[in-house]
């Protein structure tokens, strides 16, 4: 059973960056989809970024133009690059697959962006 462990996260002001990680402790390359997923309080879990085998991307359009999803199967891991951070991308960040998750959730990364 493949696991997920994600980092990254952390505390930033509204206009600030920061970068994901998510390892996996399996192969990720026969996966066709991941995909970064997040959670605010009191929110259902939604799936803002994937990226395909091949390497195809698509967003929430919360998140277009301002986070980028990439992968690097080699080293079993996905990224996502979340930049112009506003107060709403406050949540748990988690991976998994996409568009529905096939592995057992990992702990996520909590982001919190400050006003």
């Known amino acids: 059973q493949v696991q997920l462990v994600e980092s990254g996260g952390g505390l930033v002001q509204a206009g600030g960056s920061l970068r994901l990680s998510c390892a996996a402790s399996?192969?990720?390359?026969?996966?066709?989809?991941m995909g970064w997923y997040r959670q605010a309080p009191g929110k259902q879990r939604e799936l803002v970024a994937t990226i395909t085998r091949d390497s195809s991307t698509a967003y929430a359009d919360s998140v277009k133009g301002r986070f980028t999803i990439s992968r690097d199967n080699a080293k079993k891991t996905v990224y996502l690059q979340m930049n112009s951070l506003r107060p709403d991308d406050t949540a748990v960040y988690y991976c998994?697959?996409?568009?529905?998750?096939?592995?057992?959730w990992g702990q996520g990364t909590q982001v919190t962006v400050s006003s």
């Open positions: 998994n697959t996409s568009p529905r998750s096939f592995f057992p």
């Open positions: 399996g192969s990720i390359a026969s996966m066709n989809a």
